[in-house]
């Protein structure tokens, strides 16, 4: 009989531990971060050398997966001279990219950061079309992109500001900056500002550089998980 009562002791210990194993699991798992990265050759690290360095991203990533957060990343909408047009028509017709639809990562995502125009928007300087129109087309757009990734995500967003160079002039920057912050606001999103980040000559690996370095990114990524 006392024998009985330990075996039964025992099995209702096992199922027990048992049981809190596969809840602790199952919440670890359900609160996992899924990260998509959303932008151009800012978004993905892009450096002087024509290459894909550490980004702010990468730090996120690494951040996760070193507190054993990280479920998923997911960078395939990401790329050098990314427009902000291409990317609005990619998630209107839901395109197919690595077999994943861009409206599922969205819909899945914890953490969704966005940092496009940068590139374009030089470009346009650099040739002469960065106007009053331009400028405004690209505030329309990027309000689109906002509303419709707002519609179908309750992740956390965040915008990642422009930045003037020698080809985008601080006041261009200025106004687009304050439409980009205005965005944020209306839809409740975060807006990471990093204007700052120009006044360091140790963010950029030559004193004309166009690209920041690794060191710049992950101040990018603080400022991001400040305001998780």
């Known amino acids: 009989m006392i024998i009985l009562k330990r075996r039964t002791k025992l099995f209702l210990i096992i199922i027990i531990s048992i049981l809190i194993t596969y809840f602790i699991y199952f919440f670890n798992r359900e609160n996992k971060i899924n990260i998509v990265s959303l932008g151009d050759g800012i978004s993905s690290g892009e450096t002087s050398y024509n290459i894909d360095g550490l980004s702010y991203n990468d730090y996120l990533k690494e951040y996760f997966k070193s507190k054993k957060l ?52 030089t470009k346009k300087a650099i040739t002469n079309d960065l ?55 209306k839809y409740k999103v975060n807006y990471i500002d990093i204007s700052d980040l120009l006044n360091n000559k140790d963010y950029f690996l030559h004193k004309d550089d166009y690209y920041f370095n690794y060191q710049a990114h992950k101040e990018i990524a603080i400022k991001i998980l400040n305001l998780l």
Not at 78 to 97: A, G, I, P, R, T
């Open 70 to 121: 990280l479920k998923n990343y997911n960078e395939d909408y990401s790329y050098k001279n990314y427009l902000l047009k291409e990317l609005l028509n990619d998630l209107e017709l839901n395109k197919l990219n690595n077999q994943k639809r861009i409206k599922q990562l969205i819909h899945n995502a914890s953490i969704i950061t966005i940092a496009i125009g940068e590139e374009e928007l």
């Open 131 to 185: 106007n009053t129109k331009s400028i405004e087309e690209f505030i329309i757009n990027y309000e689109k992109l906002i509303k419709n990734i707002k519609d179908i995500s309750e992740s956390n967003i965040f915008i990642i500001g422009l930045y003037h160079n020698k080809y985008l002039t601080m006041q261009d920057t200025i106004l687009i900056n304050a439409s980009l912050n205005n965005i944020a606001s």
